[in-house]
C-alpha cells in the first residue's frame, strides 16, 4: 500500500499531458485487459491502476479546460490587438491629415519674405537664408529644416510634408498666395515707403542710384528697396540697383494706390 501511495503521489506532481495522456491510456488497457481476463493482476495493481485513470482523467479534463481557455483567451486577444492596431492605423491617418491641413494653412499665411524662400526652395534643393525672423518661423512651422548653420545664415531645405504639399497643392496657388502677402504687405506699409513703390505705376523698373563724373547718388528708393530685395515684390533674380515689380505685386499696389 505504502508503494500505491507513493506512485499516486509521484503521479500528482506530473504535469506532462502527453505523459498523463499515456499512462491513462495504457492503465485502462490494462484493466480491460483484466476483467476480460486475458491477464491478471492483484486488487493491491487493480486499486492502483484505477487510482492512475482518475488521476490522469482529472488532470486530462483540466488540460482540455485549460487549452480551450487559452485558445479562446488568445482568440480575444488577438481580435483586441487586431482593433487596437486598426485604431492605431486611423489615428495615424487622422493625425497625418491634421498636420497637413496646419501645414496647408501655414503656407497660406506667410508674408513675402517666407513666400521667396519657398519660391526658391521650388527652384532647388538647397538654399543658404540669413538668420531671422523668416528662417526662425518657417522652422517653427515644420516647413523648413537646416542641415547646416552658419554664423549669420543657415542652409535650409522643405521638410518631406512640406515639400509634398508645395508640389501637390500648394504650388497650384502659389499666385494666389502671393497676392494676398503682397496685400498685407503694402496695407501696413509706411507712408514714406509707399512713394518709393507708386512709382511702379508708371514704370516696371526703377534704377536706385545713378552715377555722374565717378559719382553715386542713393535714392530713397534705394534703401527701401534694399530690405525688401529678397522678397516676391520683385522679380528675381536681382542684381544691382535696378529692381522690377512682379507683376502680381504691381496689380496689388495698383489696386491699393492706383486711384
Given at each position: 500500500?505504502?508503494?500505491s501511495?507513493?506512485?499516486l503521489?509521484?503521479?500528482?506532481?506530473?504535469?506532462?499531458?502527453?505523459?498523463?495522456?499515456?499512462?491513462f491510456?495504457?492503465?485502462?488497457?490494462?484493466?480491460?485487459?483484466?476483467?476480460?481476463?486475458?491477464?491478471?493482476?492483484?486488487?493491491?495493481?487493480?486499486?492502483?491502476?484505477?487510482?492512475?485513470?482518475?488521476?490522469?482523467?482529472?488532470?486530462?479534463v483540466?488540460?482540455?479546460?485549460?487549452?480551450?481557455?487559452?485558445?479562446?483567451?488568445?482568440?480575444?486577444?488577438?481580435?483586441?490587438?487586431?482593433?487596437?492596431?486598426?485604431?492605431?492605423?486611423?489615428?495615424?491617418?487622422l493625425?497625418?491629415e491634421?498636420?497637413?491641413?496646419?501645414?496647408?494653412?501655414?503656407?497660406?499665411?506667410?508674408?513675402?519674405f517666407?513666400?521667396?524662400?519657398?519660391?526658391?526652395?521650388?527652384?532647388?534643393?538647397?538654399?543658404?537664408?540669413?538668420?531671422?525672423?523668416?528662417?526662425?518661423?518657417?522652422?517653427?512651422?515644420n516647413?523648413?529644416?537646416?542641415?547646416?548653420?552658419?554664423?549669420?545664415?543657415?542652409?535650409?531645405?522643405?521638410?518631406?510634408?512640406?515639400?509634398?504639399?508645395?508640389?501637390?497643392?500648394?504650388w497650384?496657388?502659389?499666385?494666389?498666395?502671393?497676392?494676398?502677402?503682397?496685400?498685407?504687405?503694402?496695407?501696413?506699409?509706411?507712408?514714406?515707403?509707399?512713394k518709393?513703390?507708386?512709382?511702379f505705376l508708371?514704370?516696371?523698373?526703377?534704377n536706385t542710384t545713378?552715377?555722374?563724373?565717378?559719382?553715386?547718388?542713393?535714392?530713397?528708393?534705394?534703401?527701401?528697396?534694399?530690405?525688401?530685395?529678397?522678397?516676391?515684390?520683385?522679380?528675381?533674380?536681382?542684381?544691382?540697383?535696378?529692381?522690377?515689380?512682379?507683376?502680381?505685386?504691381?496689380d496689388?499696389?495698383?489696386?491699393?494706390?492706383?486711384?
Amino acid at each position: 500500500m505504502q508503494g500505491s501511495k507513493e506512485v499516486l503521489d509521484l503521479l500528482t506532481k506530473l504535469k506532462d499531458t502527453r505523459l498523463n495522456l499515456a499512462i491513462f491510456s495504457v492503465s485502462n488497457l490494462i484493466l480491460v485487459l483484466a476483467k476480460q481476463e486475458l491477464i491478471t493482476l492483484i486488487s493491491v495493481s487493480v486499486t492502483v491502476l484505477q487510482g492512475l485513470v482518475f488521476v490522469t482523467s482529472i488532470r486530462l479534463v483540466y488540460a482540455v479546460i485549460g487549452f480551450a481557455l487559452d485558445y479562446f483567451n488568445n482568440k480575444k486577444s488577438a481580435k483586441n490587438k487586431k482593433i487596437e492596431t486598426a485604431l492605431k492605423l486611423e489615428q495615424a491617418r487622422l493625425d497625418a491629415e491634421k498636420n497637413q491641413e496646419q501645414m496647408l494653412s501655414n503656407f497660406r499665411k506667410l508674408d513675402v519674405f517666407q513666400l521667396y524662400i519657398i519660391q526658391e526652395l521650388k527652384r532647388q534643393n538647397h538654399i543658404s537664408v540669413a538668420k531671422g525672423a523668416p528662417l526662425f518661423t518657417l522652422k517653427h512651422m515644420n516647413i523648413i529644416y537646416t542641415p547646416a548653420v552658419g554664423e549669420k545664415s543657415e542652409s535650409a531645405s522643405l521638410t518631406n510634408l512640406a515639400s509634398k504639399l508645395l508640389f501637390e497643392t500648394v504650388w497650384n496657388e502659389f499666385d494666389d498666395l502671393k497676392y494676398s502677402a503682397a496685400k498685407r504687405f503694402f496695407t501696413g506699409l509706411q507712408p514714406e515707403e509707399v512713394k518709393c513703390f507708386a512709382e511702379f505705376l508708371k514704370k516696371e523698373k526703377i534704377n536706385t542710384t545713378s552715377s555722374y563724373h565717378g559719382r553715386t547718388t542713393y535714392y530713397d528708393s534705394y534703401y527701401v528697396f534694399k530690405k525688401y530685395s529678397d522678397t516676391i515684390l520683385f522679380s528675381q533674380p536681382q542684381r544691382g540697383s535696378a529692381y522690377t515689380i512682379d507683376p502680381i505685386a504691381k496689380d496689388v499696389i495698383f489696386s491699393i494706390y492706383g486711384e
